[in-house]
């Protein structure tokens, strides 16, 4: 899978371009980036290390362990090796001259006594958040990265297919994750999912069967409820599966760095008629507010439209939640991390644009009965919008 997948030095370049012209148009004078995903971003490694961008100038990259695959990882030119992150500020000052006055960090994630340390370093420097700088950037993905996701979807595309086969009564819903999830690691799912907030978990899957699926809050936290612990509850439980029940798949799959999302309903032998038509109302939603995607729209019309489609189906009151435990979102940016900007959420105001990668997954939560969904990744075109996500939006009868 790749031992000799590295990032494009044209990549990395016009990705620094991007944000240094969000720099040059806000007050910083250059960005300390630390956070393993936004430092693979920017210089193409997730090695022990620490990344500067000056608003303008070439970027430079300080590694503390290992530089040899640093130098083989990144394209980056000036690669400085480090005994301590104490010597980074006279690095700085040595090859640029002077030090920032007004210097940038991913306030979103690093831990506050992370910062003070941080701020030590530069005790004289204005240190501010430019994490928004940084996911405005990462919201436009570029062809090569479209293609990288697309292999991702090839594979949970396959391990949907092979679920099929997988499936039968009797198994608990952990051993059938646990099966299903061997196979997409074989053909280079990476396994852990990235995710940026610190109360969110990636788990890769999660399997609700029948009852299970009927959990208030379910939208929010994904749990399964029978043979869980409640210091864990998500992923999957210990309910067997069972004929003629309706069964939510919901798989993360991460390839190269960059994920995919997907959902499906199964069913062993058949599915109950309102778990059907609940089921097929899930996808007619998801048809209609893929039709009404381009770029132009925000996302809280898209949220909106989302809402009038569940009504007009008569799902009103099942869909985001039973009544007092909605949802307010019915996706979100995917990419490098599962979760990115922007959030298709209501009242939001983001308007998409072209290169922008949405989760898209409207779900109804029947409360102690079932729960019945879809969820896609798709492409903001020049036009309007297309499925990277390469499972057919079918409901899987086994």
């Given at each position: 899978?790749?031992?000799d997948f590295t990032i494009p030095l044209s990549e990395i370049q016009d990705r620094t371009k991007r ?176 995710v940026r907030h610190h109360l969110t978990e990636g788990y890769p899957w999660h399997v609700l069967s ?189």
């Open positions: 899978m790749g031992d944000v240094q012209t969000q720099l040059q148009e806000s007050p910083m004078d250059g960005l300390f980036i630390v956070q393993r995903v936004d430092l693979f971003y920017f210089s193409g490694t997730a090695q022990n290390g620490f990344l500067y961008i000056p608003a303008d100038g070439k970027p430079l990259l300080f590694i503390k362990k290992y530089l040899p695959r640093a130098r083989k990882e990144s394209p980056i030119e000036n690669i400085i090796q480090i005994s301590t992150v104490r010597e980074i500020p006279g690095l700085i000052r040595d090859f640029y001259g002077r030090l920032p006055r007004v210097l940038g960090f991913e306030l979103d994630v690093i831990p506050v006594n992370d910062f003070n340390f941080y701020r030590t370093l530069f005790p004289k420097q204005e240190c501010v958040d430019g994490s928004p700088l940084i996911l405005r950037v990462r919201m436009i993905k570029s062809p090569w990265e479209i293609e990288i996701m697309e292999e991702a979807a090839e594979v949970s595309w396959k391990t949907f297919e092979h679920m099929k086969t997988l499936i039968r009564p009797g198994l608990t819903e952990m051993e059938f994750s646990g099966l299903f999830e061997a196979f997409a690691r074989k053909l280079g799912h990476g396994g852990q999912l990235r029948g009852t299970n699926g009927g959990m208030v809050g379910l939208l929010d936290s994904p749990a399964s409820g029978q043979g869980t612990s409640p210091a864990f509850p998500c992923g999957a439980g210990w309910k067997e599966l069972q004929r003629d029940e309706p069964i939510m798949v919901d798989l993360g799959v991460m390839v190269k760095g960059y994920h995919i999302d997907e959902t499906r309903m199964f069913a062993i032998g058949s599915m109950p008629a309102e778990a059907l038509r609940a089921s097929e109302a899930a996808i007619s939603i998801h048809n209609g507010v893929l039709e009404r995607a381009r770029p132009g729209v925000t996302v809280g019309e898209l949220f909106q439209h989302s809402l009038t489609l569940a009504e007009r189906l008569g799902y009103g009151e099942p869909y985001l939640g039973p009544p007092g435990y909605k949802v307010t979102f019915i996706g979100h940016g995917i990419g490098l991390e599962l979760v990115e900007p922007p959030i298709m959420a209501k009242n939001k105001d983001d308007l998409l644009q072209p290169g922008m990668t949405f989760s898209l997954e409207p779900k109804m939560v029947f409360e102690d009965e079932f729960s019945a969904g879809v969820e896609s990744v798709f492409l903001v075109t020049e036009s309007g919008a297309r499925l990277i996500s390469k499972v057919p939006l079918e409901i899987f009868l086994c």
